[in-house]
């Protein structure tokens, strides 16, 4: 139980940080919210916990394809708030983008060979 406190804490300073980060400069938030924070540290831990070369190299690959669908979201948020809809109503049309795109790539991925 303190291992996983422990990774909630550290997962979740290094996210405080960047949100924090970005108040005062969006520019570098930017630049910390684009880096695969949440991977990396997802790798760490999972490495810690079995660390499988087989199995790391299966997940970093899984991910990159569903990074993939999550892009959009990135341009279609920008997109509508520009044009007067509200920030939680651009979120929510973004993460629904996001979920039909997941969706369409694990339906995708089997027929194009991939494994995830």
Not at 73 to 84: E, N, T
């Amino acid at each position: 139980m303190v291992y996983f406190i422990l990774k909630c804490a550290i997962s979740g300073i290094m996210i405080g940080a960047a949100s924090t980060i970005a108040r005062r400069y969006p520019g570098v938030g930017a630049i910390i919210a684009s880096l695969p924070l949440v991977s990396v540290l997802g790798m760490m831990w999972l490495w810690r916990d079995k660390p499988d070369p087989a199995n790391m190299a299966a997940h970093a690959q899984a991910t990159f394809w569903y990074v993939l669908p999550s892009l959009p979201m990135f341009l279609l948020i920008p997109a509508l708030l520009r044009r007067g809809l509200g920030f939680w109503s651009a979120l929510a049309a973004g993460c629904l983008l996001t979920v039909v795109l997941y969706l369409g790539m694990t339906w995708a991925a089997p027929r194009l060979g991939l494994r995830l």
